[in-house]
């Protein structure tokens, strides 16, 4: 069966360093994979995307890999703040359905400390 | 303003109750959805709605209905609520002129108990 993996842990880092989160998947084959971050008590906010066809995309301190060979992406946050706190979730689109049945990760707990 | 709201935010019942969680939206979107969140099963697509005629079943509808009353509106009913139908329930949208991308705006959340 289709399967999404990210870290249940929480990862703690520290202010400024660069934050590091993965997704990996089996049994599937997206054409394209989302990220987003929720905050406690709140509805998940879209970040990025990357297609299937792009190794890496960058929006501000935000990059994104996808290697389709490993099924795996990895979110990176550079310079990370206290405010960068939040649970990030990768979600996958497959080659059909049209974005319509994004499948979710459970998330991960990121905690910046000062 | 928020551009997708649901109502209610918090909700307590009984099992057995019939109970109408709603979404509205002013985002102008096409495509809306219904998900639960539960800890460590993530988000579970219950109901999508790529217009007002347009209703598909998700991965989980069993014990669910919907309605599609506007564009801007989608409800979920839950005709006999059950406890494990406790969970935190959200609705988004999504606009087909992103194709193919689609990326999705989330709701506030409705926090449903069911004792």
């Known amino acids: 069966s289709q399967k999404i993996e990210q870290n249940s842990e929480a990862l703690n880092i520290q202010e400024g360093k660069t934050a590091t989160l993965t997704c990996n998947y089996t049994?599937?084959?997206?054409?394209?994979l989302q990220w987003y971050r929720q905050d406690p008590g709140r509805g998940p906010v879209f970040l990025l995307l990357?297609?299937?066809?792009?190794k890496e995309k960058r929006k501000e301190r935000l990059k994104v890999t996808f290697d389709t060979t490993l099924k795996q992406s990895l979110f990176h946050i550079t310079a990370s703040q206290p405010a960068d706190s939040a649970t990030y979730l990768c979600?996958?689109?497959?080659?059909?359905?049209?974005?319509?049945?994004?499948?979710f990760g459970t998330g991960t707990q990121l905690k910046v400390e000062l | 303003d928020a551009d997708v709201t649901q109502t209610p935010r918090n909700r307590i019942t009984k099992t057995g109750k019939r109970i109408m969680l709603e979404c509205s939206q002013t985002k102008g979107h096409d495509r809306m959805y219904w998900y639960r969140q539960d800890p460590g099963l993530g988000l579970r697509l219950i109901y999508y709605s790529f217009d007002v005629k347009d209703i598909n079943k998700g991965e989980i509808s069993d014990g669910y209905s919907v309605s599609r009353q506007a564009q801007a509106k989608f409800s979920l009913s839950l005709e006999s609520a059950i406890p494990n139908q406790t969970a935190l329930y959200f609705c988004?949208?999504?606009?087909?002129?992103?194709?193919?991308?689609?990326?999705?705006?989330f709701g506030p959340g409705t926090r449903l108990t069911v004792t």
């Open positions: 049994n599937y084959s997206p054409a394209y």
């Open positions: 988004a949208t999504s606009d087909s002129k992103t194709y193919p991308t689609y990326e999705q705006y």
């Open positions: 990357i297609r299937e066809n792009e």
């Open positions: 979600a996958l689109c497959p080659l059909s359905g049209g974005g319509n049945k994004l499948t």
